[in-house]
Each structure stands twice: as structure tokens, then as C-alpha cells.
Nanobody, 113 residues
């Protein structure tokens, strides 16, 4: 079964940047979409971005600030986050349509001064 391990989170000041990584157990295939979601305390899990082959799409909250990409040689999907805001604070999860009900530990992103 596919395994996804998120990393790269941390504490950053407003306006700063982070690059999250999602390492997959197998090859990153264009057959399946890879998503980033986030969940803040007391809130529902929120979709952030998706990559499917060469197509990318973003939530309105992420558009223009975040970029999802992949490196198939490393079996890794990335989420570059720029111009971070306090409201971006959440645990970030990657997700694969190959295992739709699987969620890993996520990586904590905290945006605070």
C-alpha cells in the first residue's frame, strides 16, 4: 500500500516561506492525483492543492502564494508556500487517490510573529 510521509513544516514569521515535502513509498504516477490538505484546530480538513500529471489546481486561499510540484526521481511531491499568513497555521497532510481513506501524521506549520 502507498505510504506518504510529510515533512518540512515548522515555525515561520508572517510573510515567510516553507517548502513541504510528501515522500511516497512508490513511484509518483500520473494515474493518481496527489493532494495537499490542511487542518487547523477546531476546523474541518481543508483542501489546499492538487497535482494530477501536469495539471495543478489550488484553493482560493492558496492561489498565487502556493505551488505544488513533483520530483518523480525522488518519489516526492512538494508544496512551496510563500507569503505565509497566520491563517495558514495548520497541520498539513498529503493524500493520494490510490488510498483515499489514508491519512498520515501530517506536518505542523505555524505562522506567527
Amino acid at each position: 500500500q502507498v505510504q506518504l510521509v510529510e515533512s518540512g513544516g515548522g515555525l515561520v514569521q508572517p510573510g515567510g516561506s516553507l517548502r513541504l515535502s510528501c515522500a511516497a513509498s512508490g513511484i509518483i504516477s500520473t494515474t493518481y492525483a496527489i493532494d495537499w490538505y490542511r487542518q487547523a484546530p477546531g476546523k474541518q480538513r481543508e483542501w489546499v492543492a492538487t497535482i494530477r500529471g501536469s495539471y495543478t489546481t489550488y484553493a482560493d486561499s492558496a492561489k498565487g502564494r502556493f505551488a505544488i510540484s513533483r520530483d518523480n526521481t525522488k518519489n516526492t511531491v512538494y508544496l512551496q508556500m510563500n507569503s505565509l499568513k497566520p491563517e495558514d497555521t495548520a497541520v498539513y497532510y498529503c493524500h493520494s487517490s490510490a488510498r483515499p481513506n489514508y491519512w498520515g501524521q501530517g506536518t505542523q506549520v505555524t505562522v506567527s510573529s
